[in-house]
C-alpha cells in the first residue's frame, strides 16, 4: 500500500486534470454561442455560467471577459490557471510515480498558461488558445494512460478523474434538466447542442440519435450510455472498478468506498429514462453529487486520513 500522501497528491491530480479541461471547454463552447445574436447564444451561455456556480448568465461583464476570468483568473481557485498550477504542483510531489512524458506534457502547458504572455495570446485567437489546452490536457491522459504502469498510482490518478467527470457532468445536467421535467425546461436546438460540445458528446451523440437533438435522448446518452466514456453510468463504473481493485490491496474489513460506489453503479444500471420522465431528472442528478461526495468522504477515510494502527502489522 503506498503512502497516503502519495496516493492524496495522484488523486487530486486526476481531479485537476479533469475540471481544466471541463473548464476549457464549457469557456471555448460559451465563446462561439455568443457568435449567435439570438436568444439561443445568451441560453448557452446562460447554462456554462450556472454550470460553474456563477450568477447571472455573463452578459453583465461581457461573454469574452467571462470566458477569460473562467480561464486566466489566478485569483479563482478553480479556473484553468489554478486547476493546472494545482495539478503540476500534485505532480511535483509524486514526481517518481509518473512518468517523464506526462510530467513533461503536464509542465509545459502549465508554462504555456502561466506565461505573461497568455492573457494576450487568449485575446488574439481564444478559440486556438483553448483548443491547445484541451488537446494538450488529451496529450496528458494519454501518455499516463500508456506509458505508466497500470497499477496502484494509476488507478488513483484514474479514480481522480472519474470522481471528477461524474460530479462536473452531473452538474451540468442538473443545470438543464433539474428544475422541471425532462421536456419542460430545455428545447431550444442550439442551446441543446451547445450542451452536447460542452460534454464532449456531440459526435458520439449522432452517431446514436442521427440527427434528432432532444432532450429526452440526451438525457439518456449523458445519464445511461454504457459506451461513452463522459456518460455518468461510465465514470461511476470505473470508480467502482478502481476501487474494487485497491480495496483488493488492502484486503481487512475497511471497505466502504467500493461499497458506496457500487451501489451507485448498480441505481444507474438499473434506472432509465422513463424514469426520469415520470418524476423529473433532478432527484437523480442530486443524488449522484451528493454520492460522490460520499465517495469522496468513504476514500479519505480509507486511503488517506485513516488511523495509523489499522495499517500496523499485528
Not at 444507474?268 to 442528478?285: I, N, R, T
Amino acid at each position: 500500500m503506498m503512502l497516503a500522501r502519495v496516493a492524496d497528491s495522484l488523486y487530486w491530480l486526476g481531479r485537476y486534470i479533469e475540471r481544466a479541461e471541463h473548464l476549457s471547454r464549457l469557456s471555448s463552447v460559451m465563446l462561439n454561442a455568443t457568435l449567435d445574436q439570438t436568444g439561443s447564444g445568451a441560453h448557452a451561455v446562460w447554462i456554462a455560467m450556472a454550470a460553474v456556480g456563477e450568477p447571472g448568465d455573463g452578459e453583465s461583464v461581457g461573454s469574452f471577459e467571462a470566458a477569460e476570468a473562467l480561464v486566466l483568473n489566478r485569483g479563482d481557485p478553480n479556473s484553468v490557471v489554478s486547476s493546472l498550477a494545482r495539478a503540476r504542483e500534485n505532480a511535483r510531489q509524486v514526481r517518481d510515480q509518473i512518468t517523464t512524458e506526462t510530467w513533461e506534457r503536464l509542465n509545459l502547458l502549465y508554462l504555456k498558461v502561466t506565461d505573461g504572455d497568455a492573457a494576450k495570446a487568449f485575446a488574439g485567437g481564444s478559440d486556438n488558445f483553448l483548443h491547445d489546452v484541451i488537446a494538450d490536457l488529451h496529450l496528458f491522459k494519454g501518455a499516463a494512460d500508456t506509458t505508466m504502469s497500470h497499477g496502484e498510482s494509476w488507478r488513483f490518478m484514474m479514480l481522480g478523474i472519474y470522481m471528477e467527470r461524474a460530479q462536473l457532468v452531473s452538474r451540468l445536467l442538473e443545470v438543464c434538466f433539474a428544475e422541471s421535467p425532462v421536456h419542460g425546461q430545455l428545447d431550444d436546438h442550439v442551446a441543446l447542442v451547445s450542451l452536447l460540445r460542452m460534454a464532449c458528446a456531440l459526435e458520439p451523440y449522432l452517431r446514436v440519435y442521427t440527427a434528432e437533438i432532444e432532450p429526452r435522448h440526451i438525457l439518456e446518452f449523458l445519464v445511461f450510455d454504457e459506451d461513452f466514456p463522459r456518460s455518468i453510468r461510465f465514470a461511476t463504473a470505473q470508480i467502482e472498478q478502481h476501487l474494487s481493485a485497491m480495496a483488493r490491496a488492502i484486503g481487512g474489513e475497511r471497505a466502504g468506498p467500493e461499497r458506496l460506489a457500487g451501489r451507485l453503479k448498480a441505481r444507474l444500471q438499473f434506472a432509465d429514462v422513463d424514469e426520469l420522465e415520470a418524476v423529473g431528472a433532478g432527484p437523480l442528478l442530486t443524488t449522484v453529487v451528493n454520492e460522490c461526495a460520499r465517495i469522496h468522504e468513504a476514500i479519505y477515510e480509507t486511503f488517506v486520513a485513516y488511523p495509523l494502527e489499522t495499517r500496523l502489522p499485528a
